[in-house]
């Protein structure tokens, strides 16, 4: 039993290890065989040429990684539960859905890590319910010698610095060549390791997402700064700008995105390749170059959608919450956020360079679902009427489709923050009766 990083072993290893775990398929199921590709700004099946709609839910599982960190530990050994995956995805089966989003995560310790027979089970699962899996990425990576030391294609092109500079915490892992490197051979890692074990699993993954929600810290430099200049790929950013401040962030993440998506490709030519972010008014901000505006104490700054676009990534993923107030309402909200995202402008270059843009996360929320005099009781009637507006909203804009928050786990509960499937199914029908509807 192989119970250690992927960046520490070989692929060899991790073949026996998937090996010794290996299930079989659900009889009478139409299981996934065929991929799914990008062509003329939509996902299409390869073999049929038929549109393809994600369309599901969000699985993770959180669990105490190391000295007290907590965070997505879906495939680590004592978190993955087989016997609820494999009821999970006959679920969605039976529900119509087609598209599974979860989270993998690289921490070293007693438990955080991930284990590739497990992977292999849920893929399987996955393929013989006739299910796709996007697979995204915690922003946290352990430091790994291999990875960091396995050079990436085209890389002596790109800026990349060869220190870590502390004063950049997050910001740093945009630039900093370790980093850069670690995040996409640990991906490049993982797909060489199911083509030895099970080729016929590569179709079942739609896409590898680099990261589950992409961001700039405000608070770390060189952003916290409000003067002079930083230099990168030869030109000199005025940090007093907030235009150029803004087209510092989309330069470095274009070349984040494509350092990592040559890495993919190359590994396999086929695979789909995004990222996550939220929208710039998810978290106070009024949209790219506003920075000195905005009146936050969120530091977070997400990649641009518009910047990502010219990336080498193969479409963009946009998460929209359900929001309301009593002076605001669902569909006001959303007008925000897609605001926020550039969305007209986003719309147009998105066709134009023939990328789909979809909504990774989609949900409501429980807090403004509550009444006095019980604050413990959720009105999940005002629920699904706030999320099938907010779902209708979501589609009518354009988006390429729509994957719930969360389906739920072992851990969750019928109070949840965020309504599990698990526990109210009828989130799940809302969408996927918005989703049927002509357009």
Excluded at 128 to 151: C, K, L, Q, T, Y
Excluded at 179 to 199: G, H, K
Excluded at 253 to 268: G, L, P, T
Excluded at 368 to 396: M, Q
Aim: hydrophobic share 40%; charged share 20%; glycine share 8%.
């Amino acid at each position: 039993m192989i119970r250690m990083a992927l960046g520490s072993v070989t692929t060899g290893m991790l073949i026996a290890a998937a090996c010794m775990a290996a299930v079989g398929q659900t009889a009478g199921a139409d299981p996934v065989t065929s991929r799914i590709a990008v062509r003329d700004g939509a996902f299409v099946d390869v073999e049929t040429n038929a549109p393809f709609t994600p369309l599901g839910v969000n699985y993770f599982r959180v669990g105490e990684l190391q000295e007290g960190k907590k965070g997505h530990a879906t495939f680590c050994p004592g978190l993955y539960d087989r016997g609820f995956v494999e009821t999970m995805m006959a679920q969605l089966q039976t529900w119509g859905f087609n598209t599974v989003r979860t989270f993998h995560v690289y921490h070293v310790g007693e438990t955080g890590i991930l284990y590739l027979a497990n992977v292999v089970h849920f893929l399987q699962q996955a393929r013989a319910h006739g299910v796709r899996v996007i697979f995204s990425w915690d922003i946290w990576m352990p430091p790994s010698d291999w990875w960091s030391s396995r050079e990436l294609p085209g890389e002596e092109g790109c800026d990349l610095r060869p220190e870590w500079d502390p004063e950049m915490g997050i910001n740093a892992f945009r630039l900093h060549r370790g980093s850069v490197r670690t995040r996409a051979n640990a991906i490049v890692s993982l797909i060489e390791a199911l083509q030895a074990t099970d080729p016929g699993l590569l179709p079942v993954v739609l896409a590898w997402e680099l990261e589950n929600e992409v961001y700039f810290s405000a608070k770390k430099a060189p952003l916290s700064a409000r003067e002079g200049t930083f230099t990168f790929a030869g030109r000199e950013y005025a940090l007093s700008s907030d235009a150029e401040a803004q087209d510092l962030m989309d330069d470095v993440i274009v070349q984040w995105a494509d350092c990592c998506a040559d890495a993919i490709h190359e590994a396999d030519p086929e695979a789909l390749v995004s990222t996550g972010v939220f929208s710039f008014a998810a978290v106070g901000r009024g949209g790219p170059g506003t920075r000195s505006q905005d009146e936050t104490g969120d530091g977070r700054i997400p990649a641009r959608p518009l910047a990502l676009l010219r990336s080498k990534l193969d479409y963009i993923d946009i998460h929209l919450y359900a929001w309301r107030k009593e002076d605001r309402s669902v569909t006001q909200f959303l007008e925000r956020d897609l605001k926020s995202v550039e969305w007209e402008t986003l719309q147009a270059a998105a066709q134009e360079a023939g990328k789909p843009v979809m909504c990774g996360e989609c949900g409501v929320f429980a807090n403004y679902l509550r009444r006095p005099p019980n604050w413990k009781l959720i009105d999940h009637d005002l629920g699904l009427k706030c999320f099938r507006e907010h779902a209708t909203g979501v589609r009518s804009h354009g988006l390429a489709g729509a994957l719930y928050w969360p389906y739920g786990n072992p851990d969750s509960t019928p109070g949840d923050e965020n309504p599990p499937l698990l526990h109210h199914p009828d989130y799940g029908r809302v969408l996927r009766e918005v989703w049927s509807q002509p357009r």
